[in-house]
């Protein structure tokens, strides 16, 4: 019998750094979850008036061990990193960055945008392809309409759209429209744990509402979710989903791990501008530096049971 429950996680705000310190509202992870399949992080922002935030403005910084996800709603992102790409991030386009053994890159809105809006997300990479070299995809997928909804697939299968953007797990990520009253249910596979996380609107997850920003949690075992939009208004939510991730990690800053020797040895590799990250160019800045780290073990984590 599958556990029926929505368990619903709330965000807080987290600055995120820079200047003027734009505001994110993170939902994962936190003590209630570490994970929804292989996403292991979920910030959401927006819409944000440039103007009066200032915009993002994250100078280069490293990653190891995780893939990250930019998703847009509206404005734009200037994306460089140690690859040497230089990407424009777009509404309604993946750009996927596959950190691996190690990444570093920055994140500028761009001058022309004035509404800034979209989530950053994360995906823990298995043990077996942690060290993977860095990589970088994009892809826009083609909008898919079903009845009540339009859908957008960037990672996995929904709706009969399949993302071409191949992951290290099964994954699901898809931007989801909602009509004004509009109910819909869409097959999921049952090995998945999904979240959904609301940007607008008010809306269901298989009858337990969610309001904005919050993340509505499903275990695995349902064949099934129905979203439904009770606003008259269109809503809008990010579908995430994966089987369980059954490993523990150890996360910190931007890195992520198996043991608290990997991270103090990342931390080091990035205060001595090791080769692992490589450089980022055409930054108008300097790279972040990294915070000090606590003097007792990072403890490894999992979803509390
Ligand atoms: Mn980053």
Redesign the pocket.
């Known amino acids: 019998m599958a556990d029926t429950k929505v368990e619903v996680l709330t965000p807080r705000d987290v600055p995120l750094g820079g200047p003027r310190a734009m505001t994110v509202r993170r939902t994962l992870p936190q003590r209630a979850r570490t994970l929804i399949g292989a996403w292991c992080f979920a910030d959401h922002y927006g819409p944000d008036p440039v103007a009066a935030t200032g915009g993002m403005d994250?100078a280069p910084?490293p990653?190891i061990g995780l893939q990250?996800v930019s998703w847009l709603f509206s404005g734009e992102i200037e994306h460089r990193d140690s690859l040497g790409s230089h990407a424009a991030v777009r509404p309604g386009e993946i750009n996927l960055m596959t950190g691996g053994h190690g990444i570093a890159?920055s994140?500028v809105s761009t001058p022309d945008t004035t509404l800034l809006h979209g989530v950053q997300l994360w995906v823990a990479l298995p043990d077996a392809h942690r060290d993977t070299p860095r990589a970088f995809a994009h892809h826009v997928p083609a909008p898919v309409r079903v009845d009540g909804a339009e859908l957008r697939v960037f990672l996995g299968t929904l709706a009969g759209d399949t993302s071409p953007v191949p992951t290290f797990t099964p994954l699901l990520g898809a931007e989801i429209l909602l009509d004004p009253g509009a109910s819909v249910t869409l097959d999921t596979d049952p090995e998945f744990e999904h979240g959904l996380l609301v940007d607008e609107g008010d809306v269901t997850l298989d009858g337990t509402p969610l309001r904005p920003a919050e993340l509505g949690c499903t275990a695995p075992g349902r064949a099934a979710l129905t979203l439904a939009n009770t606003s008259p208004r269109r809503a809008r939510a990010v579908l995430l989903g994966g089987p369980p991730f059954g490993e523990e990690i150890v996360m910190w800053w931007?890195f992520i791990a198996r043991t608290d020797a990997e991270i103090r040895q990342a931390r080091e590799d990035w205060a001595a501008a090791s080769d692992r990250f490589g450089t980022v160019t055409g930054y108008p800045g300097d790279r972040l530096p990294a915070p000090e780290l606590p003097t007792t073990p990072l403890k490894p984590r999992r979803n509390p049971k």
């Open positions: 994250v910084h990653h990250t890159h994140e931007n």
